[in-house]
């Protein structure tokens, strides 16, 4: 296995836990609670953010792992 190949494989086992964290930020950052019949919505919007940021982060070291992985190499 050349050197591109095992790169490629870490970035996309990288980017599965990054999009986990991140997906996890993004789930305990949104709450609503019913009361009464009033939706009252206590989400923390800059962790929901800081969630998003850490998806699209595992977005890109996917695409890189692929690319990674792809790539022909002449070693």
Excluded at 9 to 36: C, H, P, Q, R
Excluded at 46 to 67: D, E, H, P, R, T
Aim: aromatic letters at 8%; a positive charge.
């Amino acid at each position: 296995m050349n050197t591109a190949k095992l790169i490629g494989a870490l970035l996309i086992i990288a980017s599965i836990s990054v999009g986990y964290i991140g997906m996890n930020k993004i789930a305990d950052n949104t709450k609503e609670v019913n009361f009464l019949g009033l939706k009252i919505n206590a989400s923390n919007e800059s962790g929901k953010q800081q969630g998003y940021l850490y998806v699209g982060a595992a977005i890109l070291l996917f695409a890189g792992g692929l690319y990674a992985l792809k790539s022909k190499s002449n070693a």
